[in-house]
């Protein structure tokens, strides 16, 4: 999957206000939940894999140790890119009409 550095920048852009929003909206940071986490006994667990997880996920380029089969980002991609592209097809934008040449309804899981 090529991606140009403009998508590039806007993905890495997106992701980082996201983390300022959510640093910004709580009462403590999230440092602090993620410390908070560590002292029940399944987070203990739990959020050491999700950061690990991520680490792969964002540092294997070529897939050589998180398949994409286990790659639980790559997943929710791959399920949000397949609906995105129904919606696409549904709605028949590239003209910019936004509606549908037989108007039936989908319904998308």
Not at 36 to 47: C, D, L, N, S, V
Not at 64 to 92: F, G, M, Q, T
């Given at each position: 999957?090529?991606?140009?550095?403009?998508?590039?920048?806007?993905?890495?852009?997106?992701?980082?206000?996201?983390?300022?929003?959510?640093?910004?909206?709580?009462?403590?940071?999230?440092?602090?939940?993620?410390?908070?986490?560590?002292?029940h006994p399944i987070g203990r667990w739990i959020i050491p894999a999700a950061i690990g997880i991520t680490?792969m996920h964002l540092m294997d380029r070529d897939h050589d140790i998180l398949p994409e089969s286990i790659?639980?980002?790559?997943?929710?991609?791959?399920?949000?890119?397949?609906?995105?592209?129904?919606?696409?097809?549904?709605?028949?934008?590239?003209?910019?009409?936004?509606?549908?040449?037989?108007?039936?309804?989908?319904?998308?899981?």
């Amino acid at each position: 999957m090529e991606t140009s550095n403009k998508e590039a920048l806007l993905k890495w852009g997106a992701l980082a206000l996201g983390v300022i929003a959510l640093e910004c909206i709580g009462t403590e940071s999230l440092t602090y939940y993620a410390h908070k986490g560590m002292e029940h006994p399944i987070g203990r667990w739990i959020i050491p894999a999700a950061i690990g997880i991520t680490a792969m996920h964002l540092m294997d380029r070529d897939h050589d140790i998180l398949p994409e089969s286990i790659d639980a980002y790559h997943v929710i991609a791959k399920r949000l890119d397949r609906r995105v592209r129904i919606l696409e097809n549904v709605l028949e934008l590239p003209n910019g009409s936004g509606s549908s040449a037989n108007n039936i309804p989908v319904k998308l899981r």
